[in-house]
Each structure stands twice: as structure tokens, then as C-alpha cells.
């Protein structure tokens, strides 16, 4: 799989399938190596990633993640294999916990400890049959992972992790922890806004959907950042810590700090900078491609 330095992560459950295949060939055409996708309540991610696939020609469909509480591994393993093989090993799996509240408030399951729960479900994907015509080349797992523990087990079990929400100095922690052989696929929000105040306030409202899940919340007391950092609108510390804003040579040192830290590959989200979630803020990605 060439999954190159620079990829892009988005929201495409909010376009219409058309222009989400469109979307799809404008990255592909800037050069970017992927475009990751997320599974929250809306899209099958495993549909739409074939959608997208069969749209495209070089570009890399990873999910971004694919919620392990939605289907159970064989289902996954099958998914998997099938996108792998009829997109030439154009697809990247990528899993996830999600959160206790989104598990369990919202889809009435229950959730497990976290780390033990993915490494049974690995492992029952690992042991459940498959005998559609098998990918080319075995198709690549990452897991999203935040704690050390979780990281551990993306090194052990899978090729990589799939961090979400963090920073370089997570980056730099992940990869200490994982060794250098593993893929870290990093996600990193962009706001293309010079202006501090308009830049924070952007960042603010995206961030709102988040500061309440707790699997990300402990992951930035880890980082160092205190419960009144991220707790209200949110602290300038802990925003410009998660987020990347400002011209683009601003956006290209950070996406730099990434890389020295000893990111494998980064996906940008671009926030639009009027906080439209559906909206792509073009003008950065043609800018960092």
C-alpha cells in the first residue's frame, strides 16, 4: 500500500453521495495518498468506503474508525478482505472503542474495558474464516489507540495506530511507545485563519462535540492539559495544543512537528472557517498539496 506522508480526513456522511465521490477524486487529484472517513451514526462506513473506492483509481479509503461495537470481527474480517480485493489493496482499516456514552447511551450496548475488548475482538477477526478470493497482498489494520496500553497492542497486533484529537508531543509519546516499525497515522485539525480570536473561536465550536467523550478527555490530562483547560470554551492552551491554525507555513510546522515526532502519516481535517461540518476549506488542501 503506498500511504505516502499527507493524507485528509473528513466528514463525508453530511454530502450526498455524488459529491462525496467528487470530493474523493479532487483529493486523489491534489496528490493526497488517503482519504480517512468516520463511522459515528450516520453511513456504513464499509458501503460508502466501496462508493468510494469504485469512484477513484489511486486513492486510499481508511476508516477512520470503524466502530468495533457495529459488527461482530468476522463480519469486519469479511469487509475487510472484500474492500481490499476489489479496490487493487486501496483500503485501510481502521478500528475503534469509540465511547462508553456513544455505546451505550446512544446505541444501548454495553461497553467493555477498553483495551481487553479490543484485543478479543482482534483476535476473533484473526481466527474467523474467509473464502472470498483473498486480497493481493494482506490488507492493513490500524487501531485508534491513545493510551499506552492501547498503543502497545496497535504495535503487537496490528500494523499501526490511528491516533485522534492529539498533538506532536502525543506523537512523540506513541511512537516511543509503539517502536519504529509501526504505521502512525495521525490526525490533525487545520483552520486556515490568521486572525488568533477568529482561528480559537473556530476551533472551539468544533472541539464542543468532543470535550465530553471520556476516552479523549483522559487522553488530554495525559497530555498534560488540566480538567479547566479543557473544560467551558476550552483554554488558548488547549487549542492551539489540538489544533493547527494560522497561515499555511504555520499549518506545514506543525504537520513538520508531526513528522519529527515520528508520525508515519498525517490526515489534515480541515475546519471550515465558517464552521460548516459538511464543508471542505478547499483553499487549504490545494495549498498543502
Not at 481502521?94 to 483495551?115: A, D, I
Not at 503487537?156 to 506532536?168: I, R, V
Not at 465530553?212 to 487549542?239: H, K, Q, V
Request: glycine letters at 8%; proline letters at 7%.
Amino acid at each position: 500500500m503506498d500511504l505516502s506522508k499527507l493524507g485528509v480526513w473528513f466528514f463525508t456522511d453530511r454530502m450526498a453521495a455524488p459529491l462525496a465521490a467528487d470530493t474523493a477524486k479532487r483529493i486523489e487529484d491534489l496528490g493526497f495518498s488517503a482519504l480517512w472517513i468516520p463511522e459515528t451514526v450516520g453511513r456504513n462506513p464499509f458501503v460508502h468506503a466501496a462508493w468510494l473506492l469504485a469512484n477513484t483509481s489511486s486513492l486510499i479509503i481508511a476508516t477512520g474508525i470503524a466502530n468495533i461495537y457495529h459488527r461482530e470481527p468476522g463480519v469486519t474480517l469479511a469487509a475487510q478482505n472484500t474492500l481490499a480485493e476489489q479496490s487493487d489493496n486501496r483500503f485501510l482499516l481502521g478500528l475503534g472503542v469509540s465511547h462508553k456514552p456513544l455505546v451505550e447511551g446512544l446505541r444501548g450496548l454495553t461497553y467493555g474495558p477498553p483495551v481487553a475488548t479490543m484485543r478479543d475482538y482482534l483476535d476473533k477477526m484473526a481466527a474467523s474464516p474467509y473464502t472470498g478470493p483473498p486480497p493481493k497482498e494482506r490488507p492493513p489494520t490500524v487501531i485508534a489507540a491513545l493510551g499506552p496500553k492501547m498503543l502497545e497492542l496497535a504495535s503487537e497486533k496490528c500494523d499501526g495506530a490511528h491516533p485522534y484529537f492529539t498533538s506532536p508531543s502525543h506523537t512523540k509519546m506513541a511512537r516511543d511507545v509503539m517502536g519504529p516499525d509501526s504505521l502512525l497515522c495521525v490526525e490533525q485539525k487545520v483552520i486556515f485563519e490568521t486572525d488568533p480570536t477568529k482561528a480559537r473561536d473556530i476551533a472551539r465550536k468544533a472541539a464542543q462535540t468532543y470535550q465530553g467523550l471520556p476516552n479523549y478527555r483522559n487522553n488530554w490530562l495525559r497530555m498534560g492539559l488540566g480538567e479547566a483547560d479543557i473544560d467551558g470554551d476550552g483554554s488558548d492552551t488547549f487549542i492551539d495544543a489540538t489544533f493547527a491554525w494560522g497561515e499555511i507555513d504555520a499549518i506545514k510546522n506543525r504537520l513538520q512537528e508531526h513528522y519529527d515526532a515520528g508520525a508515519s502519516h498525517v490526515c489534515v481535517q480541515p475546519i471550515h472557517p465558517e464552521g460548516r461540518m459538511g464543508d471542505i476549506d478547499w483553499r487549504v488542501l490545494e495549498a498543502l498539496a
